[in-house]
């Protein structure tokens, strides 16, 4: 085959493949900044009641990047820092996270040592394979997925928390929503399973929804949507809602129990 009808064949497929592509929701909502969330229906939260911070005992965050901040430079950038600034009177806070993490993943390492007073699980979007074909991960089955989130909640019941599980946070396209949406459903049942308070983290990006929340990737939050995100949380609080949207106490900042 002559040069010329090779580029004109090789253009021919590049142009089927964004076809598809575009025809299967696979193209994140890019824009010059970033990407936006396709955000899905708001998952009913409950309790509805302010979650309790006692005032004694470790406040835990367990998750995945998003919740350690590898894709933002750490966790001094992630919503567990802006929640732990947001919050007062409360002495420690810490992030028990990993990039790439499946729920299956946190339970194969320790839980930090000390008293638990609150953890918060945000974790599936890496169970799910959310970004599909263009990733190496393979879907963790969904039984599976709510099996080890409730053996996660578990032992973190077990070892003192309360415990409030987070539905995975919103992706950039309709295929990545798609896949992760029986996530996000699960995970509010093993809620309701496991006596652990839920609460839907597309409620924090709502009041701006075009505004480019994700990099790049579709995946990841960017320090704008992280820091939405930390206030949000904060504000389901006892804590936070006495003393507004403004701590004067002086919480200790996370520290990445396994940094990525």
């Not at 010329?4 to 076809?19: D, F």
């Not at 039984?143 to 080890?148: G, H």
């Amino acid at each position: 085959m002559r040069p010329r009808g090779i580029a004109g064949l090789t253009a021919a497929v590049l142009t089927l493949a964004g076809g598809m592509a575009a025809w299967t929701g696979e193209v994140p909502r890019w824009t010059g900044s970033g990407t936006r969330m396709v955000l899905p229906d708001l998952l009913r939260a409950g309790p509805a009641d302010p979650i309790p911070l006692p005032p004694e005992g470790l406040i835990l965050f367990v998750g995945d990047s998003n919740t350690a901040g590898s894709r933002i430079g750490g966790a001094s950038g992630a919503y567990p820092a802006v929640f732990a600034k947001t919050i007062s009177g409360h002495p420690r806070v810490q992030v028990h996270a990993f990039g790439g993490a499946t729920v299956a993943d946190l339970l194969q390492r320790p839980l930090p040592k000390g008293p638990l007073a609150v953890a918060f699980v945000m974790l599936g979007t890496n169970d799910a394979a959310t970004r599909g074909w263009l990733s190496e991960k393979r879907r963790v089955p969904l039984e599976t997925y709510r099996s080890n989130l409730s053996e996660l909640a578990r032992r973190l019941h077990k070892a003192g928390a309360s415990v409030v599980i987070l539905a995975p946070p919103p992706v950039g396209s309709t295929a990545m929503t798609r896949r992760l949406a029986p996530y996000r459903l699960a995970a509010r049942e093993v809620a309701e399973d496991t006596s652990s308070d839920f609460r839907d983290p597309v409620a924090a990006f709502l009041p701006s929804p075009q505004t480019a929340y994700l990099q790049r990737d579709a995946l990841h939050l960017t320090p704008e949507a992280q820091r939405e995100l930390g206030l949000w949380l904060a504000t389901h609080t006892t804590s936070a809602s006495e003393t507004g949207s403004s701590s004067t106490g002086k919480p200790s900042p996370p520290s990445a129990s396994h940094p990525s």
